[in-house]
């Protein structure tokens, strides 16, 4: 296969899982959107974390909430905890790398306060362990995730939102996650100014 049908190859592949997702997603994100309204409303932020590609969609999210989106408003109480790369670096010292992303949680988590927990996989250890934080916390959680889910899927409660992707190629799930992030941008902005034609 030459390098241009391997590339319209990936285009494809990605556009066919994209489509998949919209039937998987639409609603889940809507009610994600509604929550992170909700908790913004109640003077609450969002928290949010991952690894590798997932770290940088967190900072994507929490820019697009904390700027703005697609419309002028006022920023979002939102922002990542990936970015701090003394606090990231003393906690992994200090204890373990597992532990990065919950002390950060534990410490600045509140009960109105909502988590947005990012692993391609479910199973990245320290997002597992930042969920845990943020139910001992009493936050809520909203998951993306991809590879049905992983360790993550099995430990939200009822009131979490889980966001899963379909496919089985980190590449493509983390451009539906990028698109879900976008999606949810534009809800809550529309949630909250009214939408725009």
Known sequence: MDLTSRINQHF????????????????????AAERI???LLADGK???CGNGGSAGDAQH????MLN??????????????TADASTLTSIANDYAFEQVFSKQVRA????????????????SPNVVAAVHAAHDRGMGVIALTGKGGGAIADILSE???HLCAPGDRTAHIQEIHITAIHCLCDAVDCLLLGVEE
């Open 61 to 64: 999210f929490a820019a697009e």
């Open 108 to 123: 600045l988590g509140h009960a109105n306060d909502l988590l947005l927990a990012i692993s391609t996989s479910g199973n």
């Open 159 to 161: 009131d979490d939102i």
């Open 68 to 81: 703005r989106f697609e419309m002028e408003r006022p920023g979002l109480a939102a922002f990542t905890l």
């Open 12 to 31: 494809i592949e990605s556009a066919h899982l994209k489509y998949q997702a919209t039937d998987l997603l639409a609603t889940p994100i809507a009610e």
């Open 46 to 48: 969002v928290l949010a």
């Open 37 to 39: 309204v909700q908790c």
